[in-house]
Protein backbone atom coordinates (compact mmCIF):
# COMPACT_ATOMS: atom_id res chain seq x y z
CA UNK A 1 0.00 0.00 0.00
CA UNK A 2 1.55 3.25 -1.41
CA UNK A 3 1.24 6.28 1.40
CA UNK A 4 -0.08 8.64 -0.92
CA UNK A 5 -2.51 6.44 -2.34
CA UNK A 6 -1.46 6.49 -6.25
CA UNK A 7 -0.71 10.21 -6.49
CA UNK A 8 2.73 10.06 -7.69
CA UNK A 9 1.91 9.32 -11.20
CA UNK A 10 -0.96 11.96 -11.41
CA UNK A 11 -0.97 15.90 -11.51
CA UNK A 12 -3.63 18.15 -9.74
CA UNK A 13 -5.48 20.25 -11.68
CA UNK A 14 -7.37 23.37 -11.17
CA UNK A 15 -10.97 24.21 -12.24
CA UNK A 16 -13.24 27.07 -11.56
CA UNK A 17 -17.30 25.93 -11.38
CA UNK A 18 -20.17 28.69 -12.44
CA UNK A 19 -20.86 28.56 -8.74
CA UNK A 20 -17.91 30.63 -7.76
CA UNK A 21 -15.94 27.59 -6.13
CA UNK A 22 -12.70 25.99 -6.61
CA UNK A 23 -12.63 22.88 -7.48
CA UNK A 24 -9.36 20.55 -7.43
CA UNK A 25 -9.00 17.09 -9.31
CA UNK A 26 -6.52 14.59 -9.10
CA UNK A 27 -7.74 11.63 -11.48
CA UNK A 28 -5.50 8.64 -10.41
CA UNK A 29 -8.22 6.49 -12.63
CA UNK A 30 -7.19 6.05 -16.08
CA UNK A 31 -10.64 4.80 -16.70
CA UNK A 32 -12.36 7.94 -15.26
CA UNK A 33 -12.38 10.83 -17.75
CA UNK A 34 -11.99 13.92 -15.64
CA UNK A 35 -14.13 15.59 -17.89
CA UNK A 36 -17.10 13.28 -16.85
CA UNK A 37 -16.38 13.72 -13.70
CA UNK A 38 -16.20 17.47 -13.39
CA UNK A 39 -19.60 17.33 -15.19
CA UNK A 40 -21.07 15.42 -12.64
CA UNK A 41 -20.23 17.65 -10.54
CA UNK A 42 -21.59 20.69 -12.50
CA UNK A 43 -24.65 18.78 -12.75
CA UNK A 44 -24.87 18.13 -8.25
CA UNK A 45 -24.34 22.20 -7.94
CA UNK A 46 -27.11 23.02 -10.35
CA UNK A 47 -29.24 21.11 -8.92
CA UNK A 48 -28.09 22.67 -5.01
CA UNK A 49 -28.69 25.97 -6.68
CA UNK A 50 -31.48 25.73 -8.37
CA UNK A 51 -33.63 23.76 -5.16
CA UNK A 52 -31.59 25.33 -2.03
CA UNK A 53 -29.42 27.72 -3.06
CA UNK A 54 -28.75 29.51 0.32
CA UNK A 55 -26.61 26.61 0.76
CA UNK A 56 -24.50 26.92 -2.28
CA UNK A 57 -24.06 29.83 -0.81
CA UNK A 58 -22.86 28.82 1.93
CA UNK A 59 -20.99 26.72 0.71
CA UNK A 60 -18.69 29.41 -1.20
CA UNK A 61 -18.19 31.00 2.11
CA UNK A 62 -17.22 27.86 4.38
CA UNK A 63 -14.92 26.06 1.85
CA UNK A 64 -11.69 26.97 0.38
CA UNK A 65 -12.34 23.90 -2.33
CA UNK A 66 -14.21 20.78 -3.92
CA UNK A 67 -11.11 18.37 -4.01
CA UNK A 68 -12.02 15.14 -6.50
CA UNK A 69 -10.24 12.16 -6.00
CA UNK A 70 -10.07 8.75 -5.26
CA UNK A 71 -11.05 8.30 -2.01
CA UNK A 72 -12.29 5.53 0.65
CA UNK A 73 -15.83 6.88 1.16
CA UNK A 74 -17.95 9.15 -0.94
CA UNK A 75 -17.55 12.52 0.64
CA UNK A 76 -15.53 14.20 3.76
CA UNK A 77 -14.59 17.31 5.24
CA UNK A 78 -11.11 18.32 5.65
CA UNK A 79 -11.13 20.99 8.01
CA UNK A 80 -7.72 22.42 8.08
CA UNK A 81 -7.95 22.64 4.47
CA UNK A 82 -11.50 23.60 4.46
CA UNK A 83 -11.78 21.31 1.52
CA UNK A 84 -14.95 18.89 0.60
CA UNK A 85 -13.61 15.89 -0.54
CA UNK A 86 -16.19 14.50 -3.12
CA UNK A 87 -14.65 11.06 -4.20
CA UNK A 88 -13.78 10.37 -8.12
CA UNK A 89 -15.82 6.60 -8.57
CA UNK A 90 -18.71 8.34 -6.92
CA UNK A 91 -19.30 11.38 -9.47
CA UNK A 92 -18.38 8.78 -12.37
CA UNK A 93 -21.27 6.57 -11.80
CA UNK A 94 -24.37 6.79 -14.40
CA UNK A 95 -26.43 4.53 -12.24
CA UNK A 96 -27.37 7.19 -10.02
CA UNK A 97 -28.41 10.51 -10.46
CA UNK A 98 -26.65 13.64 -9.65
CA UNK A 99 -29.13 14.19 -6.29
CA UNK A 100 -27.09 11.51 -4.57
CA UNK A 101 -23.91 13.55 -5.44
CA UNK A 102 -25.59 16.58 -4.64
CA UNK A 103 -26.71 15.27 -1.06
CA UNK A 104 -23.27 14.22 -0.16
CA UNK A 105 -21.55 17.46 -1.28
CA UNK A 106 -24.37 19.44 1.31
CA UNK A 107 -23.78 16.75 3.78
CA UNK A 108 -20.03 17.64 3.88
CA UNK A 109 -21.27 21.29 3.75
CA UNK A 110 -22.70 21.08 6.91
CA UNK A 111 -19.46 20.12 8.52
CA UNK A 112 -18.10 23.22 6.92
CA UNK A 113 -20.77 25.09 8.39
CA UNK A 114 -20.26 23.83 11.78
CA UNK A 115 -16.81 24.28 11.63
CA UNK A 116 -17.20 27.76 10.05
CA UNK A 117 -18.94 28.45 13.30
CA UNK A 118 -16.25 27.65 15.25
CA UNK A 119 -17.47 24.65 17.04
CA UNK A 120 -14.56 23.10 18.35
CA UNK A 121 -13.42 19.33 17.02
CA UNK A 122 -12.31 18.18 20.19
CA UNK A 123 -15.41 16.79 22.35
CA UNK A 124 -17.85 17.39 19.51
CA UNK A 125 -20.97 15.04 19.84
CA UNK A 126 -20.46 13.43 16.17
CA UNK A 127 -23.34 11.58 16.44
CA UNK A 128 -25.13 14.80 16.99
CA UNK A 129 -23.29 16.55 13.76
CA UNK A 130 -23.95 13.71 11.82
CA UNK A 131 -27.86 13.66 12.21
CA UNK A 132 -27.84 17.44 11.96
CA UNK A 133 -25.95 16.77 8.22
CA UNK A 134 -28.33 14.06 7.54
CA UNK A 135 -31.37 16.40 8.62
CA UNK A 136 -29.78 18.81 6.06
CA UNK A 137 -29.88 15.99 3.25
CA UNK A 138 -33.37 15.02 4.16
CA UNK A 139 -34.71 18.66 4.08
CA UNK A 140 -32.94 18.34 0.31
CA UNK A 141 -34.27 15.46 -0.85
CA UNK A 142 -38.01 16.90 -0.04
CA UNK A 143 -37.15 19.89 -2.32
CA UNK A 144 -36.06 18.31 -5.04
CA UNK A 145 -38.79 16.53 -7.62
CA UNK A 146 -40.03 13.34 -6.57
CA UNK A 147 -37.97 11.19 -9.01
CA UNK A 148 -34.91 12.78 -7.56
CA UNK A 149 -35.49 13.26 -3.92
CA UNK A 150 -36.35 9.37 -3.58
CA UNK A 151 -33.26 7.91 -2.82
CA UNK A 152 -31.61 10.71 -0.76
CA UNK A 153 -34.91 10.91 1.70
CA UNK A 154 -34.52 6.82 1.80
CA UNK A 155 -30.80 7.10 2.50
CA UNK A 156 -31.06 10.06 5.01
CA UNK A 157 -34.17 8.44 6.96
CA UNK A 158 -32.35 5.08 7.09
CA UNK A 159 -28.97 6.94 8.50
CA UNK A 160 -31.41 9.20 11.18
CA UNK A 161 -33.00 6.04 12.20
CA UNK A 162 -29.47 4.17 13.45
CA UNK A 163 -27.83 4.43 17.14
CA UNK A 164 -25.37 7.07 17.89
CA UNK A 165 -22.20 4.41 17.53
CA UNK A 166 -23.81 3.77 14.15
CA UNK A 167 -24.82 6.58 12.57
CA UNK A 168 -20.63 7.83 13.26
CA UNK A 169 -18.77 4.74 13.18
CA UNK A 170 -15.60 4.99 14.14
CA UNK A 171 -13.90 3.88 10.79
CA UNK A 172 -10.29 1.64 10.03
CA UNK A 173 -8.79 4.08 7.48
CA UNK A 174 -6.03 2.31 6.63
CA UNK A 175 -8.24 -0.93 6.04
CA UNK A 176 -10.64 1.16 4.00
CA UNK A 177 -7.57 2.33 1.59
CA UNK A 178 -6.55 -0.92 1.98
CA UNK A 179 -10.01 -2.12 0.07
CA UNK A 180 -10.45 1.17 -2.25
CA UNK A 181 -6.91 0.12 -3.84
CA UNK A 182 -8.17 -3.51 -4.11
CA UNK A 183 -10.86 -2.07 -5.91
CA UNK A 184 -8.69 0.22 -8.44
CA UNK A 185 -6.45 -2.36 -9.17
CA UNK A 186 -9.41 -4.84 -10.65
CA UNK A 187 -11.26 -1.92 -12.37
CA UNK A 188 -7.88 -0.73 -13.71
CA UNK A 189 -6.20 -4.62 -14.58
CA UNK A 190 -5.06 -4.76 -18.08
CA UNK A 191 -5.82 -8.41 -19.49
Do not use: K
Not at 10 to 18: N, R
Not at 56 to 81: K, M, N, S, T, Y
Request: hydrophobic share 45%.
Amino acid sequence: MSDDHGRENAEWQHFVTQHGITVEVLNTRPDITTTAALTRLHEALDLIDAHQPWRLRHLARDVRAIRVERFACRGAFIPDERVIITELTFLARRDISAAPVASSILHEGVHARVHAMGVARVGRDSAREERLCRRAELAFGYALPAELGAPVIERALASLSLADHDVAPTVDWREAVRRQEAVDRAATRVT
